[in-house]
């Protein structure tokens, strides 16, 4: 069993930056794929990153024009999610989420564990 913990959530100015961790423990993280989701109010939850479990491949939504980067430390068991040039449509709580296997996937349905999220709020 994996536990997933979010961290890095807050409030910051449209322009800004926020870099989300992602804590793992339980289970054997490094042959974890891993991935980062977010739901907005009133919105479905959606994929926003993805990443292999050795990190040499990496996914995202196309929405997110290269502002965001995830990436992992095996050795320490957490996963990051930076964040930059943050707009108000970011606003949202964010979801890090592990499934068993090599690849990561952008298919919600496919994760096995979920973290409880981070609210990232984003003002204009």
């Known amino acids: 069993q994996v536990q997933l913990v979010e961290s890095g959530g807050g409030l910051v100015q449209a322009g800004g930056s926020l870099r989300l961790s992602c804590a793992a423990s339980g289970g054997t993280f490094s042959s974890s794929a891993m991935g980062w989701f977010r739901q907005a109010p009133g919105k479905e939850r959606e994929f926003v990153a993805g990443i292999s479990w050795s990190d040499s491949s990496t996914y995202y939504a196309a929405s997110l024009q290269g502002r965001f980067t995830i990436s992992r430390d095996n050795a320490k068991n957490t996963m990051y999610l930076q964040m930059n040039s943050l707009k108000p449509e970011d606003t949202a709580v964010y979801y890090c989420?592990?499934?068993?296997?090599?690849?990561?996937?952008?298919?919600?349905?496919?994760?096995?564990?979920w973290g409880q999220g981070t609210q990232v709020t984003v003002s204009s």
């Open positions: 989420a592990a499934k068993r296997g090599y690849s990561g996937s952008i298919r919600e349905y496919e994760y096995d564990y």
